[in-house]
């Protein structure tokens, strides 16, 4: 079994490694290889320091790095067979909508060229692959003519209002065709809005959803750009990671726990508001923390955000057996027990328990 990581060393990315090298196994088959390609590879990464051989002394895969630029590195991805690839590297949000062209090539012409390697490997007599593409709530927007109903399922029309969105769509339509001519096994899971990320910002419009928790939670101001009555749809990393391998491993079919057509799954949503998610730091954590957040709505990021929907039919991914955070307070929970090393003392001191927060 060998599979392969696109942004293996994003966030999701090792994640998703991380969760791999845990279970040893996928599908109950036991995992040779693990390929972690990026563009860029950081010089220390406890995914990384996996990668020599002598990790399946200790039974686990052995772990290889491709470094490079995807449609460069396609011969060293394919050199042996691909069992399962898990497409997670992209052009965020922001970026797209900066630069058209690097939204293209980033996400549409990455994703074809990796699904044409994948379709010369089957055609030779090799694997056919699975195919596990990470697509995006921004595939849906309110179109004046056409206006999202109150709640999304996946029998709503995407109508994308932002060219990241309408990147994703795009390569969810080509996953469909290579799966439905047979060239790949094609499953498309729609990511939720991931909070509460760890690490530095990124480019991303939906960035500050894991940033007005972070950044003060460090002891470090943060800008609120939207207004704080705007509904998001948000799930936290370990529910998005669940969800990925989930859809990645379900047979298909029309019983429980099997993925029923070629339809692609909404990973569960949290609904929650904006000024919710600030209450719940409020008593996380205290005033002078929640006080770091200073509210300046930005009328480009709320032209991006505000055209999501937030309130999704889970039933599809709950036949998976995947359910939603089960309130932002969780959210935050898990992000104070993954990451103690980004929460400070100081800012959490007035909750009596510093480097960790009481949630109730």
Same mark, same amino acid.
Request: aromatic share 4%; hydrophobic share 45%.
């Given at each position: 079994?060998?599979?392969?990581?696109?942004?293996?060393?994003?966030?999701l990315?090792?994640?998703?490694?991380?969760a791999?090298?845990?279970?040893?196994?996928?599908?109950?088959?036991?995992?040779?290889?693990?390929?972690?390609?990026?563009?860029?590879?950081?010089?220390?990464?406890?995914?990384?320091?996996?990668r020599?051989?002598?990790?399946s002394s200790?039974?686990?895969?052995?772990?290889?790095?491709?470094q490079g630029e995807?449609?460069?590195?396609?011969?060293?991805?394919?050199?042996e067979?691909?069992?399962l690839?898990?497409?997670?590297?992209?052009?965020?949000?922001?970026?797209?909508?900066?630069?058209?062209?690097?939204?293209m090539?980033?996400?549409?012409?990455?994703?074809?060229?990796?699904?044409?390697?994948?379709?010369?490997?089957?055609?030779?007599?090799?694997?056919?692959?699975?195919?596990?593409?990470?697509s995006?709530?921004?595939v849906?927007?309110s179109?004046?003519?056409?206006?999202?109903p109150?709640?999304?399922?996946?029998?709503?029309?995407?109508?994308?209002?932002?060219?990241?969105?309408?990147?994703?769509?795009?390569c969810?339509?080509?996953?469909?065709?290579y799966?439905?001519?047979?060239?790949?096994?094609?499953?498309?899971t729609r990511?939720?809005?991931?909070?509460?990320?760890?690490?530095?910002?990124?480019?991303?419009?939906?960035?500050?959803?894991?940033?007005?928790?972070?950044?003060?939670?460090?002891g470090?101001?943060a800008?609120?750009?939207?207004?704080?009555?705007l509904?998001?749809?948000?799930?936290?990393?370990r529910?998005t990671?669940?969800?990925?391998?989930t859809?990645?491993e379900?047979?298909?079919?029309?019983?429980?726990?099997?993925?029923?057509?070629?339809?692609p799954?909404?990973?569960?949503?949290l609904?929650?508001?904006?000024a919710?998610m600030?209450?719940?730091?409020?008593?996380?954590?205290? =005033?002078?923390? !929640?006080?770091?957040?200073?509210?300046?709505?930005?009328? !480009?990021?709320?032209a991006?955000?505000?055209?999501?929907?937030?309130v999704?039919?889970?039933a599809?991914?709950?036949?998976?057996?995947?359910?939603?955070?089960?309130?932002?307070?969780?959210v935050?929970?898990?992000?104070?027990? =993954?990451?103690?090393e980004?929460?400070?003392? !100081?800012?959490l001191?007035?909750?009596?328990?510093?480097?960790?927060?009481?949630?109730?």
């Amino acid at each position: 079994m060998r599979i392969v990581i696109t942004g293996g060393f994003g966030f999701l990315g090792r994640q998703v490694a991380g969760a791999l090298l845990e279970r040893r196994t996928f599908r109950g088959t036991p995992i040779d290889r693990l390929v972690l390609a990026d563009r860029f590879v950081p010089a220390a990464s406890p995914v990384a320091d996996d990668r020599s051989p002598s990790s399946s002394s200790r039974g686990g895969p052995v772990v290889d790095v491709v470094q490079g630029e995807l449609t460069d590195r396609l011969h060293e991805l394919f050199a042996e067979p691909v069992d399962l690839v898990v497409h997670l590297a992209s052009a965020v949000s922001a970026e797209c909508e900066a630069d058209f062209d690097l939204g293209m090539t980033a996400n549409v012409d990455t994703t074809r060229a990796l699904l044409e390697a994948a379709r010369t490997q089957s055609a030779a007599g090799g694997p056919v692959a699975r195919f596990v593409f990470s697509s995006s709530v921004a595939v849906y927007g309110s179109d004046p003519a056409l206006p999202l109903p109150p709640v999304v399922s996946e029998s709503t029309l995407p109508t994308p209002r932002s060219s990241y969105g309408t990147q994703k769509f795009v390569c969810e339509t080509l996953v469909a065709d290579y799966t439905r001519r047979g060239f790949v096994d094609g499953r498309v899971t729609r990511l939720m809005t991931v909070s509460v990320r760890p690490g530095k910002p990124n480019a991303a419009a939906s960035g500050f959803l894991s940033g007005i928790v972070r950044e003060p939670l460090a002891g470090v101001p943060a800008v609120c750009p939207v207004r704080p009555d705007l509904r998001v749809a948000l799930a936290s990393p370990r529910r998005t990671v669940e969800g990925i391998l989930t859809v990645a491993e379900a047979e298909r079919g029309s019983g429980p726990g099997e993925l029923d057509g070629g339809v692609p799954v909404n990973l569960p949503a949290l609904t929650v508001s904006v000024a919710e998610m600030l209450a719940t730091l409020r008593r996380v954590a205290g =005033d002078a923390v !929640a006080d770091l957040v200073t509210v300046a709505p930005d009328p !480009a990021v709320e032209a991006i955000v505000g055209s999501w929907p937030a309130v999704f039919d889970n039933a599809r991914a709950a036949a998976l057996g995947l359910e939603p955070d089960p309130d932002f307070a969780s959210v935050v929970r898990d992000y104070v027990a =993954d990451h103690p090393e980004a929460v400070t003392a !100081a800012p959490l001191a007035a909750t009596g328990r510093a480097g960790r927060a009481p949630i109730d």
